[in-house]
């Protein structure tokens, strides 16, 4: 563990919740993941709502053809009227040969199917020996049931983990970065670690499905995204060791980061300094015109993403914003020690939600910005109050330098709006709104 990340959390007691909550499900994740792996395609196993929820999330146009579908469950799949399995054979023959492209069909399972018990593991596996080696098929579960939607990539990088090859003197990965990044930041982030003089690093996932790093007792992994406590589990059944520290957001978050990995790597300091300056002097100068903005403002975070520590860490650290609660819907303290220790003491911390008990404190504190999923976000702004949708953290590209800038104006879009609004003037034309 890095020195400076491990005095643990200067927060106060977490406040355990267990009551109605409001997030969205593991299917969610499909939308960044179809991108990232640019040769998959991910099936859910579903119903009609799936199929709509998909499609009104991702903004699907009618001409288009993405990488993912629903195999839709009728009433007779539900009321066991009907061979679930050879339906589904059915679905997988006619898409693979409509998609021959396709390099690795992943299997997603939901709600509907979890709660009838189809065993989607062994459909693919049985399908996996019907059209290997050409197409590879593997599942996961992004089922709403208790989940919130970045465990879908969680457990989409856990199947992979299981799926990778073993390491040796041939095909030795000497780190992991774990956690689907925008293809820009994992271009920026190569382009450090040449300049760092890091080799053998490998994202996951990567931009192919033929691209899976080997793991073994030698290899290093270190996680770009909060939520993935699955994955790193499986890592680290493999042998795996895990790099610490807080997550790649902001200036003060990735040189952080990048640090931990230069001192893992032997990298001395002075090259250290050399590859990192100018990007920190760039990230710096990005923030500036946001903090009159942000400095002093009182922030409230309902949980939803798991990315709300981090979050919190980069609004109070670098740009003075006053943080009020931090809600997760799952807090692996481990993994989030570093950026609870960097919070203010004192800053109420809650894991699970009850979410009418959680709308109560927001209102008592009365933020000027409220962090929360869409679900709540409309009834908060009929009340007058500023929110921030919570999925837009996760859809755009935060991590890095680079990104340093437009991590800060997605806080300040509600912000700004809010004051056009008030001074009467109306929008100016091209001004961004939340």
Known sequence: MNQAFSAGCATGPTIRERGQHEVFCGLTSIIWLHRKVQDAFFLIVGSRTCAHLMQSAAGVMIFSEPRFATAIMEERD???????????????????????????????GSCPSEVIKFDLSKAAERLNRVHAPKHRV???????????????????????????????????????????????????????????????????????????????PGTRFILAQPY????????????????????PLGEQGTTAWFKAIADTFGVPEDRFEAATAAPRKRAKAALQSFLPWLEGRRMFFFPDSQLEPSLARFLHSET????IEVGSPYLHREHAAGELGLLPPG???????????????????????????????????????????????????IQGYEQAGDLAELFVRPLRRQSVLKSGLGFEEGAPCS
């Open 228 to 247: 993935l406590g699955a994955a790193a589990a499986a890592l680290q059944s493999r042998g795996a060791e895990r790099i610490n520290s807080i997550f």
């Open 347 to 397: 800053t109420a911390v809650s894991e699970g939600q009850d979410v009418d008990l959680q709308i109560d404190r927001a209102r008592k504190a009365d933020p000027d910005l409220i962090v929360c999923g869409m679900g709540l976000a409309n009834p908060f702004e009929a009340e007058g109050r500023l929110t921030k949708w919570s999925i837009e953290f996760a859809f755009t590209p």
């Open 78 to 108: 539900l009321a066991g009227m009907a061979d679930m399995h050879d339906e589904l054979d059915g679905v997988v023959d006619k898409l693979l040969a409509r998609r021959p492209d396709i390099k690795m069909l992943v299997l997603v």
């Open 320 to 323: 003075g914003a006053e943080i």
């Open 138 to 216: 593997l599942c996961y579960s992004g089922s709403g049931i208790e989940t919130t939607f970045t465990q879908g990539e969680d457990n989409f990088l856990t199947a992979l983990v299981n799926e990778a090859p073993a390491s040796g003197p041939q095909n030795e990965t000497k780190l992991i970065v774990a956690g689907c990044l925008p293809d820009v930041v994992e271009d920026q982030f190569t382009r450090l670690f040449d300049d760092l003089g890091i080799e053998g690093v490998q994202f996951l996932p990567g931009r192919s499905s033929a691209a899976m790093p080997s793991i073994g």
